[in-house]
């Protein structure tokens, strides 16, 4: 099967821009995850989609980022405006259920600098 | 507050040799615990998956024990091999209706040979 494709691999953008990264889950997939992870850390959970719904958003930082999930598949996150803290990989997850015995799959990631 | 613990932060060590690293949690109630290995510039992958009422897993060259009495797990690796050099990270998920998982920040292994 086809894994969890992100786009773009890589961004750089000036602090106060704007950027946008795309997701696509792996077929079938209820729960689709986005994650920042700062270099030597652990992923940071940041929003998690049940279908089109919002599961989890308590640690979005709602001034700045936003994220969507039109007809319950592809995922964008977008964050506006871009501040030098959210230099970060972007991961994107999904997993069949959202159920804790399911193995979450990732994606590569999406490395943004911000200058 | 959950929490994920992992030892050591980094580790170096010859190719052949085996290694051992250790995950502490405070998730409760507990559902299961992962492993994962993330090579540099990818996702995570998952190893293996441990749950309340197992204490050991393998994997091919990796072990994963879990004690669910003191809250602690390892991941030992045998006779590492130069592709072992990787992340591995600890992820605890709860047993409510939310299933939420707790992150460790990972172990980075290097392996030289």
């Known amino acids: 099967e086809a894994g969890v494709a992100q786009s773009p691999r890589y961004k750089i953008i000036e602090k106060r821009q704007s950027v946008a990264f795309w997701c696509n889950p792996i077929s079938g997939h209820a729960t689709l995850y986005w994650y920042q992870q700062i270099l030597g850390q652990g992923p940071k959970l940041l929003i998690q989609f049940q279908n089109n719904g919002v599961v989890d958003d308590s640690q979005l930082p709602k001034d700045r980022f936003s994220a969507e999930r039109l007809k319950g598949v592809d995922s964008t996150l977008k964050i506006q405006p871009a501040k030098l803290e959210d230099s970060a990989v972007y991961l994107c997850?999904?997993?069949?259920?959202?159920?804790?015995?399911?193995?979450?799959?990732f994606g590569d990631g999406t490395r943004l600098s911000i200058l | 507050k959950n929490q994920v613990e992992q030892s050591p932060q980094s580790l170096i060590i010859l190719e052949g040799k085996n290694c051992t690293l250790q995950?502490?949690?405070?998730?409760?109630?507990?559902?299961?615990l992962r492993w994962y290995k993330q090579d540099t510039g990818r996702g995570p992958v998952s190893l293996t998956i441990m749950t309340f009422s197992e204490n050991t897993k393998s994997n091919g060259r990796y072990t994963a024990t879990l004690d669910a009495d003191t809250k602690q797990s390892s991941l030992h690796i045998t006779a590492s091999q130069l592709s072992d050099s990787a992340s591995y990270i600890c992820?605890?998920?709860?047993?409510?209706?939310?299933?939420?998982?707790?992150f460790g920040d990972g172990t980075t292994l290097t392996v030289k040979p």
């Open positions: 992820v605890v998920n709860d047993n409510t209706n939310a299933g939420k998982s707790t």
């Open positions: 997850a999904s997993s069949s259920t959202g159920l804790g015995n399911q193995p979450q799959h």
């Open positions: 995950c502490n949690y405070t998730v409760s109630p507990f559902s299961n």
